[in-house]
Nanobody
Framework: QVQLVESGGGLVQPGGSLRLSCAAS????????MGWYRQAPGKQRELVAT???????YYADSVKGRFTISGDNAKNTVYLQMNSLKPEDTAVYYC??????????????WGQGTQVTVSS
């Protein structure tokens, strides 16, 4: 089994910063990609940023220039540095990972979500 554990959410004022972390554990032998999604109340879950193994990072237009995704493969961990936060960034943020696992199983895994609230 693979588990993703997120941390770092909270309440921040507009213009502030937060750093989310997501640590993966379990029978992982390869990381294909890790990323962050978010879901605001009444809206569909949307992709925020991804970091594929050996590839280029991707950012949603709404967060380009403000958010930075990074990873530490040795720790099976992905981070999301969020700067210049806006009220519209308020959402539950979910970590996603696509892994090679042993014994063979589904490659796609999700964290439990962490709340980010941007409000004065």
């Amino acid at each position: 089994q693979v588990q993703l554990v997120e941390s770092g959410g909270g309440l921040v004022q507009p213009g502030g910063s937060l750093r989310l972390s997501c640590a993966a554990s379990g029978s992982i032998f390869s990381i294909y990609a890790m990323g962050w999604y978010r879901q605001a109340p009444g809206k569909q879950r949307e992709l925020v940023a991804t970091i594929p193994s050996g590839g280029s990072t991707y950012y949603a237009d709404s967060v380009k220039g403000r958010f930075t995704i990074s990873g530490d493969n040795a720790k099976n961990t992905v981070y999301l540095q969020m700067n210049s936060l806006k009220p519209e960034d308020t959402a539950v943020y979910y970590c996603n990972g696509v892994f090679g696992v042993s014994p063979p199983g589904p490659p796609d895994y999700w964290g439990q979500g962490t709340q980010v609230t941007v409000s004065s």
